[in-house]
């Protein structure tokens, strides 16, 4: 009896489980197989019903309106990803590192960095538009007054060859505080021990970031580019805000997250007729995207972690 | 104690008589929705629909508007699912007649009223196989604003050619102020209001359309090559960083007097006459080049049409019947300016503006929207083409020969009439 009783504890927690378990099966895996499963069907009710086995990831893949398409999202996301590392994370590992130090009036400055994640993406899109808007932008008259005549009514959003660059700019300036914040809680997680014995060592406070804190936040570091990664390739808003759906100009500002929108949710204007089976295939690329993506994370830390 | 017990059951009295009486209402009464994309008009159309609940008091109508980008996905979505709306605003050509094959909505063959009404054209927009199946309720029409105060300190003329327009436009660049405000930021406004405002008057009305249609001639003719040289020559009238100008932005400059003129649509009247600004304004229609007739780009936007699966058909059918007449022509003629009713009879506008921009097509002779009619039904479709080779152009990076070749060779991928000037 006592034992039956144990036994039964020892399976309790199992129980415990099921209301997370429900939700979790209810709004995440099964839609996402539910998608997974579109990806196999073509038809333009509610439902696609008509089921045409790999045709669509077929047309994703060779034909060339979608190939092209798909192509220059890849392209045009990883510039974003880029542009989130190099300047988004290495801005928040520079303001953390200084606001771990002893520096006056801390907290405000944190408040500063962190205050544009709090803003909704389309505010900021907006507010950023009107900024670099060729006729009555901030920007172009700053320049201007600072004697840069060529840049008077520069459509910065309106060329190919600087739009996505503007448009990663404005989400590296919105969400530079979360990495900042981050890394901040990392680089406070580190002794205070280590970083004494490493300067009675006579390490110069450069040595002291680049060999001691450095290495021991890379942890860390890989969190907030995993963070960055699933966040750029899921990204859409900032661009819809920005730009348009269709990632004007000529597709130069066309991410993964507005490819599917166009293709799998709103259609094209303005017949605007969805096309569910190709877009659900698009979602499945991302998936696997992401998938592999973290997967190779998870690797690289877990051997990491035996290594040490 | 006993109070309260006495006031509760007086109010559920009250409740009861309530639900009864208003069950006894609508039982008399049968209410149908209708559905929209113009979220913009509510209080306008339910004025409309109160002039037609005055004569119906047996049937109520509840204008229930979607948000316009999503409208076809909602509409189709709620048609699939059986939800759909009894009565509905049918997006014209092929939109409508996709949802019309597929049997969503009721064919309205011998409607009364509907032929007598309304013409050919306005008809074929919401017919398929000569069968129609909505009534033609709105329509739109294009032009060129312009900022009278601006031409009279310049001593300019409406220009009656296309030559003039360009020498109108010349003569206020040199003045340093921006002859048109059209930017090509937001794409699409420069393929629908400037391109395709333009391109009748460079190809001819519905005659020339038909015969691209049936591949008479290709896409490429020079006809067409014309109508692009005609965005290359406005190209450096556009406001400076025009790749970076949204259709907002180009109102505003227009508005704020930065630019003295706008290609544009009827549907500004009233956002511009809302916006008051502190100079007189006008339209003209857009003009030909020497020795070819001024031709409008008048394009049929919405018609109404019956659920096939309502319950409530002949009172939809009633409702119908009644937009046919002139008196709601005149109605919705007064209560949206810019949205023109297609009612052949002759109506007069109360808006001043509105009625300056209905002038400019009567006498002329009109069309749709190019592509609309025919070049939407495949991919990559006549929108998107355009669209493309005509920003290319504005830009520079497409000669007007290259833009005509491109959505020729876009087209022959699926159009099958034109598929024989294939090289």
């Not at chain 1, 002794?191 to 009675?200: H, K, N, Q, R, T």
Request: charged fraction near 15%; include cysteine.
């Amino acid at each position: 009896m006592a034992q039956a009783k144990r036994r039964f504890r020892k399976d309790h927690w199992f129980f415990f489980t099921i209301p997370a378990l429900v939700i979790y099966v209810w709004f995440m895996a099964f839609p996402l197989f539910n998608s997974m499963r579109m990806s196999f069907y073509q038809g333009t009710g509610l439902i696609p019903t008509q089921f045409v086995g790999l045709q669509n990831y077929v047309e994703l893949f060779t034909n060339p309106l979608f190939r092209d398409r798909l192509l220059g999202a890849l392209k045009n996301t990883c510039i974003l990803f880029a542009i989130c590392m190099g300047i988004q994370n290495t801005l928040g590992l520079l303001f953390a590192n200084i606001l771990a130090g002893r520096l006056k009036g801390r907290s405000v400055f944190r408040t500063i960095i962190f205050l544009p994640a709090t803003m909704s993406v389309l505010v900021t899109g907006f507010l950023w538009k009107l900024i670099l808007n060729p006729h009555w932008g901030a920007v172009n008259q700053i320049l201007v007054r600072f004697g840069l005549k060529q840049f008077e009514g520069y459509p910065w959003l309106g060329k190919p060859e600087t739009a996505m660059i503007m448009v990663g700019l404005v989400t590296a300036w919105q969400w530079v505080g979360i990495p900042t914040m981050i890394f901040l809680a990392g680089f406070q997680g580190i002794s205070e021990d280590v970083l004494e014995a490493a300067s009675i060592d006579g390490a110069s406070a450069l040595q002291i970031f680049w060999k001691v804190k450095l290495p021991l936040l890379t942890p860390v570091i890989g969190l907030v580019a995993v963070m960055t990664f699933v966040g750029n390739f899921n990204a859409f808003d900032i661009v819809f805000a920005m730009t348009n759906a269709r990632g004007a100009p000529e597709y130069s500002t066309d991410i993964m997250g507005t490819l599917f929108y166009r293709i799998g949710i709103a259609g094209q204007h303005p017949v605007a007729q969805p096309n569910m089976g190709v877009g659900a295939s698009i979602a499945t690329v991302i998936f696997f995207i992401l998938f592999l993506g973290v997967s190779m994370w998870m690797y690289l830390r877990e051997r990491g972690s035996r290594v040490q | 104690m006993r109070k309260q017990r006495r006031f509760s059951l007086l109010v559920l009295v009250v409740l009861v008589g309530v639900l009864l009486a208003s069950a006894l209402v609508s039982a008399e009464t049968v209410t149908l929705t209708l559905g929209s994309w113009r979220v913009d008009d509510v209080e306008q159309v339910n004025r409309l629909l109160d002039a037609f609940h005055k004569s119906h008091p047996d049937i109520r109508i509840r204008f229930n508007p979607t948000n316009p980008p999503d409208y076809n996905a909602v509409l189709r979505t709620q048609l699939t699912g059986g939800t759909g709306p009894d009565l509905m605003y049918v997006r014209s050509f092929k939109v409508g007649q996709d949802l019309f094959a597929e049997g969503y909505l009721e064919p309205l063959t011998g409607l009364e009223g509907l032929e007598e009404n309304f013409s050919v054209g306005s008809r074929a927009a919401w017919s398929l196989n000569d069968v129609p199946f909505a009534v033609p309720f709105m329509a739109v029409s294009h032009g060129i604003y312009y900022n009278v105060d601006l031409f009279k300190k310049h001593n300019l003329e409406i220009p009656q050619t296309w030559e003039e327009l360009l020498q109108v436009a010349e003569t206020l660049k040199a003045a340093g102020v921006i002859p048109f405000s059209n930017g090509s930021k937001d794409e699409w406004d420069m393929n629908e209001i400037v391109f395709m405002n333009l391109l009748p008057n460079f190809i001819g009305g519905r005659e020339a359309r038909l015969e691209y249609e049936t591949g008479e001639v290709p896409f490429n003719d020079a006809k067409m090559v014309s109508a692009f040289k005609a965005l290359q020559d406005i190209a450096p009238y556009l406001p400076p960083g025009q790749e970076g100008v949204s259709y907002y932005d180009a109102q505003q400059l227009f508005l704020l007097g930065r630019a003295a003129m706008f290609f544009g649509g009827s549907w500004d009247v009233a956002f511009f006459v809302s916006s008051e600004p502190d100079f007189e304004w006008s339209v003209f229609a857009t003009p030909a080049p020497e020795g070819r007739p001024t031709v409008v780009t008048f394009h049929p936007d919405a018609g109404l049409g019956l659920n096939s699966a309502s319950p409530h058909k002949e009172a939809g059918l009633k409702f119908l019947t009644w937009l046919t007449t002139v008196e709601a022509a005149q109605i919705l003629a007064d209560e949206i300016p810019g949205f023109y009713p297609l009612n052949q009879t002759s109506i007069t506008l109360q808006d001043k503006h509105a009625n300056d921009f209905y002038a400019l097509h009567e006498g002329k002779d009109v069309d749709a929207r190019f592509v609309w009619p025919e070049l939407q039904s495949g991919d990559p479709d006549g929108y998107l083409l355009t669209q493309t080779a005509a920003l290319a152009v504005v830009k520079g990076s497409m000669t007007p020969e290259e833009a005509a070749d491109y959505l020729q060779e876009g087209l022959e991928t699926w159009f099958t009439p034109t598929q024989k000037f294939k090289k």
